[in-house]
């Protein structure tokens, strides 16, 4: 009897975006995409730039008080974050 090498298409497309290192640049750009209406539209528009490494989320953003002001809910911003997403993409979120 044969063995198969059957597996659905989703599989395939994962283990693809894992071997090419996709899937850590898919996971920024979905966060990027949602971060608007995770943290509203004030604070995106103070938010210069997303940056999305090894489950950690750097966030660059053009007002100090707002930066001191988010710094004290990073673990509520990890939670809606992670929620958002559908899944456990964020362990810590740096102010910068």
Do not use: C
């Amino acid at each position: 009897m044969r063995k198969t090498n059957e597996q659905s298409i989703g599989d395939v497309i994962r283990q693809w975006l894992k071997q090419s290192n996709m899937e850590e640049k898919i996971t920024e750009v979905r966060i990027n995409a949602f971060w608007g209406k995770v943290m509203g539209s004030d604070i995106q528009k103070l938010t210069e730039r997303l940056v999305y490494r090894k489950k950690i989320l750097t966030v660059y953003l053009r007002s100090a008080p707002l930066r001191e002001e988010l710094s004290m809910a990073k673990t509520k911003i990890v939670q809606m974050i992670n929620k958002e997403a559908g899944a456990h993409v964020v362990d810590e979120v740096i102010f910068r």
